[in-house]
């Protein structure tokens, strides 16, 4: 069983920086492909980001595209989201997950091609 564990959320000012943290359990993590989104109140949820298992392909959503960065070490079985330059609108709930398919070079934006979720971790931005 796949288990992923978010952290680094919290309460930050308008133009102010944090970084998640997503821990995956299983030896297998470094062959998947691992995906960052987020559901704000009242919205559905959304994509931000992606990175593959090789690690040189990363997709950004047009609204954190420049100012959001996901990385992943392997080593540490961990993926990352730096995000810079934070406004209100990325206040929302934050969720990793794990691609279905091994060694899939292309990443997906599409919720449905993640099969493993993590609980989630809160970021509030104020004005």
């Known amino acids: 069983q796949v288990q992923l564990v978010e952290s680094g959320g919290g309460l930050v000012q308008a133009g102010g920086s944090l970084r998640l943290s997503c821990a995956a359990s299983?030896?297998?993590?470094?062959?998947?492909?691992m995906g960052w989104f987020r559901q704000a109140p009242g919205k559905e949820r959304e994509f931000v980001a992606t990175?593959?298992?090789?690690?040189?392909?990363?997709y950004y959503s047009d609204a954190v595209k420049g100012r959001f960065t996901i990385s992943r070490d392997n080593a540490k079985n961990t993926v990352y989201l730096q995000m810079n330059n934070l406004t209100p609108e990325d206040t929302a709930d934050y969720y990793c997950a794990r691609d279905r398919s091994p060694l899939r070079v292309a990443t997906s934006t599409d919720e449905g091609a993640y099969e493993y979720w993590g609980q989630g971790t809160q970021v509030i931005v104020s004005s």
């Open positions: 990175i593959n298992w090789q690690r040189y392909k990363a």
């Open positions: 299983g030896r297998t993590f470094i062959n998947y492909a």
